[in-house]
């Protein structure tokens, strides 16, 4: 298994993680599933193809 998709399933095992605990522990802290949803997120990431993810980046640091 390459990286790219190593790092997209864990993005998604994270995503479901999330889903989860959410349902079952609905007292959990708010910046505890914030992080497991934002870790899962970046590694889903990885699933765009390059040329898209460099056009991102160019947008993102548009504004400096």
Known sequence: MNTQKRFALTGGLLGATYLTVNHLLPA????????????GALLATELLPEALWSRLRVWKHRGE
């Open 28 to 39: 959990l802290p708010e910046l505890a599933l914030g992080l497991l949803l934002g870790l």
